[in-house]
């Protein structure tokens, strides 16, 4: 149905560092960034805890507790392209709502740089609501919130979006004008996206309430064109059309293998590229140089906003929830009443759970950088939290979050979850010289990924 993920292991990774490129990466310039937090492949577990608490916005949806969520394998590692998945139950019908995940991170993000390279996302299907966002500790909205990667619906494009307190309503200058620009900066200031809303209080009297300001991606123009199967190949032979709008949300999102998002926060900014597939090769992954990312889809600027002071301490939050404050909200007006013949979003997710088989996130490299750092890329960042191995039980520094989603209304502090890990893994490769299909190992209905192990050694997945 879909064609082929494809990306390269860490293990290609491992092996450029170990060329010693780690330090040519920092003498030839880049941004100055250095890894502070290795979040990629098996390290994702370490940095996240498991909310299990009832949904804060009130969705169709239960979130499991860590051990549940990895015998159920709804958090896993796929060993064979190093990749994170975390996804939602498509098996079950479940009156009291759809078994997902939501994990909640456990250190702070103040300025820095945040990339994180999603393959494959939960789809636009009727009824739900992923989201990868950043949630200040401060209450809400004063902490701050920055959704990277949300949507509802059959939406089928992104919007980022920030949410704060009165008085930060940002600039308008998608048209890059110079004296557009607060305080004479006459850098080029143009994103590629659509500012739909610009006053980023919650409670902004002409916007809708809890909007915040928020610039939408352009609707996505290309598919990519794969090489055939069948033939060697490279990511080379991989082409997108130069100029085009990569899709951005749902099933083209997927179709086109996704991309990195990288988040920049500065005290004048906040600024989110989106690096589609395959250029997503290119990301100097040790010290990656923000130049080099094209025009991003949207950036935030104001004279009247101190970013760094409204957005700090944040901490990071993947979730797939269904239905409630915002999904469930627009059931009707949106259309997917009409269009799943469903009079009720949490009776269309009970009752097929068939639909969500594609509600997954999948990451690949994921790291936070920050500025003068000294390449302490695979130490923990001291910042104010605990990390430790893999089988940790963390006991302290769990987030005490005042639990927003993304553009909703909090509605009470959850309780955080924490308990100890416990990795499953898929083994789930052919030797390779011998080209096959592999059937899905059972029971683990989610991840039906196919594998495809070339001749010439590498591995196809999708
Ligand atoms: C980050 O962690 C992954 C998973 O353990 C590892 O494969 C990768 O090499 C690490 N990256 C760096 C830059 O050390
Ligand atoms: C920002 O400018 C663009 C281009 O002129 C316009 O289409 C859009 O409506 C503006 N947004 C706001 C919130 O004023
Ligand atoms: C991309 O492929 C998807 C899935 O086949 C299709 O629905 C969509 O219309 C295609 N988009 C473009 C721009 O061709
Ligand atoms: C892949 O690209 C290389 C270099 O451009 C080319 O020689 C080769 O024929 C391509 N392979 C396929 C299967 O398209
Ligand atoms: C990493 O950081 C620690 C503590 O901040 C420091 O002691 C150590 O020298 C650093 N390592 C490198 C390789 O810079
Ligand atoms: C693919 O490449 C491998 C290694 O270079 C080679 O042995 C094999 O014959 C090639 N297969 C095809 C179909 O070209």
């Known amino acids: 149905m879909h064609p082929h993920i494809l990306r390269r292991p860490h293990t290609a990774l491992a092996a450029f560092l170990s060329l010693g490129s780690v330090t040519v990466a920092q003498e030839n310039g880049g941004s100055g960034y250095s890894i502070q937090r290795n979040m990629s492949y098996d390290k994702f577990w370490e940095h996240f805890n498991f909310y299990s608490g009832p949904d804060p916005t009130e969705g169709h949806v239960q979130y499991l507790p860590k051990e549940k969520a990895f015998d159920l394998q709804l958090a896993a590692n796929y060993d064979d392209t190093g990749s994170v998945y975390l996804g939602a139950d498509s098996m079950n019908s479940d009156p009291k709502g759809r078994e997902s995940v939501r994990v909640e991170g456990n250190f702070n993000l103040n300025q820095g740089l945040l990339i994180a390279d999603i393959a494959h996302m939960p789809t636009n299907e009727c009824g739900s609501w992923p989201a990868f966002w950043l949630l200040g500790q401060e209450e809400w909205p004063k902490g701050g919130e920055i959704d990277i990667l949300e949507g509802v619906n059959d939406l089928d494009r992104n919007a980022v979006t920030l949410h704060t307190s009165e008085k930060c309503i940002v600039d308008n200058s998608t048209s890059g004008d110079p004296n557009a620009s607060p305080n004479g900066n006459t850098q080029d200031l143009s994103f590629s996206g659509h500012l739909a809303t610009k006053d980023c209080d919650v409670n ?13 991606a352009l609707p996505g123009n290309y598919n990519l064109t794969f090489p055939d199967l069948n033939s060697n190949f490279t ?34 900014s906040i600024t989110t590229w989106f690096i589609p597939f395959p250029d997503t090769e290119k990301i100097n992954w040790e010290s990656p140089d923000i130049s080099t990312f094209g025009k991003p889809i949207a950036k935030f600027t104001s004279t009247e906003c101190d970013f760094e002071q409204r957005f700090k301490d944040m901490r990071i939050i993947f979730n797939i929830a269904f239905c409630g404050q915002w999904a469930g909200k627009e059931w009707e007006s949106g259309g997917c009443a009409a269009k799943t013949g469903v009079g009720s979003c949490n009776d269309y997710v009970s009752k097929y759970p068939e639909k969500f088989r594609e509600s997954y996130f999948e990451i690949y490299d994921m790291y936070w950088y920050e500025k003068g750092g000294n390449g302490n890329s695979t130490m923990p960042a001291p910042s104010g939290s605990q990390s430790s191995a893999l089988s940790s039980t963390q006991t302290t520094g769990a987030p005490q ?37 592999e059937p899905q190992p059972q029971p683990q209905p989610q991840r039906r990924r196919r594998s495809l192990v070339h001749s010439s050694g590498r591995t196809y997945k999708w």
Do not use: H
């Open 235 to 268: 990511v080379e032979n991989i082409t997108r059309p130069p100029g085009g709008n990569p899709p951005t949300y749902g099933a083209n999102y997927n179709y086109n293998v996704g991309g990195a998002w990288a988040t920049e926060i500065l005290s004048k």
């Open 204 to 216: 902004a009297a002409d916007q809708g309430k809890n909007v915040g300001c928020s610039i939408k």
């Open 401 to 437: 979050m005042e639990a927003t989603q993304p553009g909703a209304v909090p509605t009470g502090p959850p309780a955080s979850e924490s308990s100890s890990s416990s990795s499953v893994s898929s083994s789930s490769s052919a030797a390779p010289g011998s080209p096959s299909f």
